[in-house]
């Protein structure tokens, strides 16, 4: 949540140059958390960020061909697809019936946003150009990456603006996928999820 919303507490370049950076390790310490239980997915996860530190130290990129940091965005990717779906199966499969259930799905649809998110920025650094309406790319600020947050998020929820628009055919092909993964996820899997929940807080009849 902070990474979406932190700029709104925090304005202007004091987030983007200091605060981002800890928000996204802290959300990292989270997904592993999350996968804490599944030993196969935690183990999957160690990996990935594993792979992410040894690129992070390497002075000669593996890949020379393409964009540094398409690697690293691929792992990033990766990694929050796996706590997505160990999130979504966690609330699937839970007896609960309590305010963590709701916080579970909510953080579930966070975690798909997320993947949509890391979706979006690899598709632009891979094919640069591929979304109109992007700021110029800034380190200091973020602002491409903010904007293709704000992308990934506004097309999860199938609202679409019109202000960033996909342009290239990977990029609208990723636009429809992210589009359709909000929508089965709000229909389908809370629908599920809410009518378990309903069930559990029926009270049961006596013979």
Do not use: W
């Amino acid at each position: 949540m902070m990474l979406m919303f932190g700029s709104l507490i925090l304005p202007g370049q004091t987030l983007e140059a200091h605060v981002f950076s800890a928000f996204y390790i802290f959300n990292i310490a989270t997904g592993m958390l999350i996968t804490l239980k599944k030993t196969q997915f935690f183990r999957l996860v160690a990996v990935l960020l594993g792979c992410s530190l040894v690129l992070a130290f390497l002075d000669t990129p593996i890949f020379p061909t393409i964009d540094p940091l398409v690697p690293q965005i691929a792992i990033y990717f990766a990694f929050h697809a796996v706590v997505a779906i160990v999130l979504i199966d966690e609330m699937l499969v839970t007896q609960e019936e309590n305010y963590r259930v709701v916080l579970g799905v909510l953080s579930g649809y966070i975690s798909i946003g997320m993947v949509s998110f890391f979706l979006f920025i690899l598709i632009e650094h891979m094919h640069p150009g591929s979304f109109k309406g992007l700021p110029i790319e800034n380190i200091e600020t973020r602002s491409q990456e903010e904007a293709l947050m704000y992308a990934a998020f506004i097309t999860l929820m199938t609202i679409g603006y019109g202000d960033i628009v996909p342009l290239t055919p990977i990029a609208r092909k990723a636009a429809m996928i992210v589009g359709l993964a909000g929508q089965f996820y709000m229909v389908v899997l809370t629908a599920i999820i809410v009518g378990k929940f309903l069930k559990f807080r029926q009270p049961r009849k006596k013979d």
